[in-house]
């Protein structure tokens, strides 16, 4: 789609007007809808949106934050939510389903706004538990026993709680783990790109060294692209769904206008309003101390986020941003085969310590690459 910004007029600008005003955040619109213009107040209402909805905050409408605006218009109740194979449903109204099924205690899985397999199969076992039509269609009768009945479960959050069950049950072995590398952009997408040197590269060079330390470790890795391609991130979320990949990992660098940002950050799958990925911010947590503790790099710290990529994966997925190629300091370091190997390493102990669950744990940026292997055939001898 095209991309909106301030100065733009016209009908396009008029829906996005609409929507903000549905929000709250903006008034209503009087006038032509064809002279609605993007101005201050626009930018600003659209920057308040995507700062509540984990989304990046730039003041610009491009496809997510256009996906985004169109899924808030939808409350429950105001349409009939059922599974289409070809085109999901997505909206506010199917996020609000899944947390009141998962609070009734049926299993819709994680709560992301569309509706998939797992959350008509929910719909079903609640609507057959209570002598309702079957169909895994909720319509106005299954929406009034889901407003009339009190919830099984009160906090907590089921769904990510069998996140951690999950890790727990899988054991400290990384043997057998699959895992799924993204580098991000790729082919024509060049992301970040300052002074010849393009973030797609750097991405994949990082994904082919992580690739092989996973590799050695008896890990299944798996590189969500080629080294000219760029999937869109719903394909690289199914990739990573279809081969039930146990974590999904994406790495990126990024730019700024101002030479001055510099530093390293991790995200992972998070509203802003609580809902959050408990994994996922916990392998975030321990992979961007790993990084900070190993390169002295700036710490841009951690934070959630409900991009696309993140949202759609099934398993924990959290994405790092290794550095500014456009701040002198971090890009020189970039360019250093030996601060990626520093890097792809950090990531790999990250993972190991998620998995240990803080037993036979070692201080932060002191765990290393050669301990690794050493702890993993140790354990296999034992076993």
């Known amino acids: 789609m095209q991309l909106l910004h301030r100065g733009d007029v016209g009908p396009a600008v008029s829906e996005i007007r609409n929507v903000l005003a549905t929000l709250g955040l903006l008034?209503?619109?009087?006038?032509?809808?064809?002279?609605?213009?993007?101005?201050?107040?626009?930018?600003?209402?659209?920057?308040?949106?995507?700062?509540?909805?984990?989304?990046?905050?730039?003041?610009?409408?491009?496809?997510?934050?256009?996906?985004?605006l169109t899924d808030a218009k939808w409350r429950l109740g105001d349409r009939s939510l059922a599974y289409f194979v070809s085109r999901p449903i997505s909206g506010d109204d199917v996020f609000a389903l899944q947390?009141?099924?998962?609070?009734?205690?049926?299993?819709?899985g994680r709560p992301d706004g569309i509706f998939g397999r797992q959350t008509e199969h929910a719909l079903r076992n609640f609507q057959r538990e209570y002598a309702l039509n079957s169909d895994g269609i909720c319509g106005p009768a299954t929406l009034r026993s889901l407003r009339q009945l009190a919830p099984k479960v009160r906090g907590g959050r089921p769904v990510y709680l069998r996140e951690q069950e999950k890790v727990r049950r899988a054991g400290p072995r990384l043997r057998g783990k699959r895992i799924v590398i993204d580098p991000g952009h790729g082919g024509s997408d060049r992301g970040a790109v300052v002074n010849g040197v393009a973030e797609a590269d750097l991405a994949w060079d990082f994904a082919?060294?992580?690739?092989?330390?996973?590799?050695?470790?008896?890990?299944?890795?798996?590189?969500?692209?080629?080294?000219?391609?760029?999937?869109?991130?719903?394909?690289?979320?199914?990739?990573?769904?279809?081969?039930?990949?146990?974590?999904?990992?994406?790495?990126?660098v990024d730019a700024n206008r101002s030479q001055q940002a510099q530093g390293v950050a991790t995200f992972h799958?998070?509203?802003?309003?609580?809902?959050?990925?408990?994994?996922?911010?916990?392998?975030?947590?321990?992979?961007?101390?790993?990084?900070?503790?190993?390169?002295?790099?700036?710490?841009?710290?951690?934070?959630?986020?409900?991009?696309?990529?993140?949202?759609?994966?099934?398993?924990?997925?959290?994405?790092?941003?290794?550095?500014?190629?456009?701040?002198?300091?971090?890009?020189?370091?970039?360019?250093?085969?030996?601060?990626?190997?520093?890097?792809?390493?950090?990531?790999?102990?990250?993972?190991?310590?998620?998995?240990?669950?803080?037993?036979?744990?070692?201080?932060?940026?002191?765990?290393?690459?050669?301990?690794?292997?050493?702890?993993e055939l140790s354990r296999a001898e034992g076993a």
């Not at 790993?290 to 997925?317: F, G, I, N, Q, Y």
């Open 27 to 68: 008034p209503p619109l009087n006038g032509h809808v064809g002279t609605a213009t993007y101005d201050e107040s626009v930018e600003h209402a659209v920057r308040t949106f995507q700062q509540q909805r984990g989304l990046i905050t730039d003041g610009v409408v491009g496809p997510a934050t256009y996906r985004a």
């Open 99 to 108: 947390e009141r099924l998962l609070e009734l205690g049926y299993d819709a």
């Open 208 to 252: 082919r060294r992580l690739e092989g330390r996973m590799v050695a470790t008896g890990m299944e890795a798996l590189i969500s692209r080629g080294p000219n391609s760029c999937p869109a991130d719903a394909d690289r979320a199914a990739f990573a769904n279809e081969a039930g990949a146990d974590l999904f990992l994406s790495l990126h």
């Open 269 to 375: 799958f998070g509203t802003g309003n609580g809902t959050t990925s408990n994994v996922g911010e916990a392998l975030a947590g321990f992979l961007q101390r790993e990084v900070v503790a190993r390169t002295a790099m700036l710490d841009c710290r951690t934070h959630p986020k409900s991009w696309e990529v993140l949202r759609w994966t099934k398993m924990p997925a959290v994405r790092i941003e290794a550095g500014y190629l456009s701040n002198p300091q971090d890009r020189a370091r970039l360019l250093d085969p030996g601060f990626r190997d520093v890097v792809a390493e950090a990531v790999l102990v990250a993972v190991k310590r998620l998995y240990l669950l803080g037993k036979d744990d070692q201080p932060t940026g002191t765990f290393t690459f050669d301990d690794l292997l050493r702890y």
